[in-house]
């Protein structure tokens, strides 16, 4: 798929982690207006609501040419589907596999339903194109995560709402030492930099320590796949994707 025209506007996902973050980065490096949404569905780590704002203004301030693309924030609450949904990121469970095989920090649908409210949310704002940070390369194992699914999803929404909406996912068949090299290719070591201190991913909610790879307990599904991805990276001698737009997960618009 070819570049958009820098005219057209994206909305991301966007929770303040490192992948959201590196999504944001991307989406500013190639749309003229990307907007942020953001979910509180009740979760444990509530500190990356607060961190998904530093992350925007840093980078705001930190790149200024992405300031004057960087559009409006919206933070929809979605506890009742956190409630419904019970896992160990809403509820106080411990991190463990379950008898799915699935981590228990799996919360059943949450992608579906962020897409359907982020969808909304682009139709009235006349968005087409929602990038999220779904992977299926180094990930958690989660099934609403597979680019099969945001495929069927995409069709679905377009179905839905009579629309062409782009379910984009940048990050989809990259590893997470690939998600560091292109989060350099975008913005260099200050990008880098930015999202090791300012973007938080752990689901214990830990800003304590610094570490190489940024804050976090270190032990927990999300952390580990961060600390191993930025190892690798840095060991490799921490180059930049060759490509910016490489990975680039979303295709034409279906349905």
């Known amino acids: 798929m070819s570049p958009p025209a820098q005219t057209e506007a994206a909305l991301v996902l966007f929770s303040g982690g490192q992948d959201s973050s590196v999504c944001l980065a991307w989406a500013l490096e190639r749309y003229g207006r990307v907007e942020t949404v953001g979910f509180d569905y009740g979760q444990r780590h509530v500190v990356e609501m607060e961190a998904r704002q530093t992350v925007r203004r840093e980078i705001a301030a930190r790149f200024p040419q992405w300031a004057d693309r960087l559009g409006e924030d919206h933070v929809l609450d979605i506890r009742s589907f956190g409630a419904v949904a019970q896992s160990a990121l809403t509820a106080d469970r411990a991190i463990e596999m379950t008898e799915r095989g699935l981590p228990s920090t799996f919360v059943p649908g949450r992608n579906l339903v962020f897409l359907i409210y982020a969808a909304a949310l682009a139709d009235r704002r006349g968005i087409d194109a929602l990038v999220g940070g779904m992977c299926e390369t180094d990930f958690s194992g989660y099934p609403d995560c597979r680019r099969d699914t945001l495929d069927a999803m995409q069709s679905a929404l377009n179905l839905g709402m009579d629309r062409n909406f782009r379910v984009e996912t940048p990050l989809m068949w990259l590893t997470k030492a690939q998600t560091w090299a292109l989060s350099k290719a975008l913005g260099g070591e200050d990008l880098v ?52 737009l490489a990975g680039e997960g979303g295709g034409e618009a279906v349905g």
């Open 193 to 244: 930099k930015l999202i090791v201190e300012e973007s938080h991913t752990c689901y214990q909610g830990e800003r304590g320590a610094l570490h190489a790879w940024g804050h976090g307990c270190g032990v927990c599904p999300a952390c580990e796949l961060r600390e191993k991805g930025y190892a690798e990276w840095d060991a490799a001698g921490r180059e930049p994707l060759p490509s910016p």
